[in-house]
């Protein structure tokens, strides 16, 4: 895998998660990270235990909705370097227990969240951020496989996600740096409340081999999932 030393990082949804794991990881092998969510307080958080190893971090108080917000989390990000290297479009949101939430009783208002923040939100956090890219940059999506199978009880978040993997598709035909799904299976996390799966900490290894180790040829416009990873990484 290639270093990440002056490689420049955003990663969406950085407070928690995903989000903060990747952040760490990508920060502990010399990466500049600019992280953004809703919550200050947990960005702090995870910026405080970046920097208490060492690492460099930049935070920005951020809406995916708002376009104004993302605009300003890119902004930020290039304040002291050329581009963006790597973007990590992973802030995202579920309401209701995994299993629990069929669409025949989904709110329009939770249908509508859903799609705002986990399509729209990626959406968003590409198309600002595009202008800043570097040319042989990396946008990588969080997915899962509920958006290209049907799973019962899992509403309209499936459907938010089967939306966010065709921005991912429609971007990776029109852009000449590399876009991709990375699907990492279950994960433990306060998105999926109930829900048992993987610690994060495994999933920000598998998306720093995404982000470095990772043909961009072959992932471009495509999944990348455990599988795959394992298979390359063993």
Known sequence: MLPMNDTNVVVTGGS???GAAVAKRFATEGARVTI???TADDLEAVA???RAEGGAVSVVEADVRN???LKRVMETATEEADGIDVLVANAGVYHGTPGQTPLRDEEYETFDDHLEINARGVFGTIREAFPH???DARVLVPSGSVARKSKAGVGSYAV??????AIVRGFAAELDQTVAVVDPGQVSTDLMKGATGRDPVEIGNMFHWVATGA?????????VDLRTWRAATR
Request: with cysteine; glycine share 10%.
């Open 133 to 135: 890219l570097a040319p």
């Open 215 to 223: 043909d961009p040829e072959e992932i471009d416009g495509g999944v």
């Open 67 to 69: 376009e104004d917000d």
């Open 36 to 38: 953004c969510a809703r």
């Open 48 to 50: 405080e235990s970046i």
């Open 16 to 18: 928690r998660g995903i």
């Open 160 to 165: 938010s996600k089967a939306a966010a993997e």
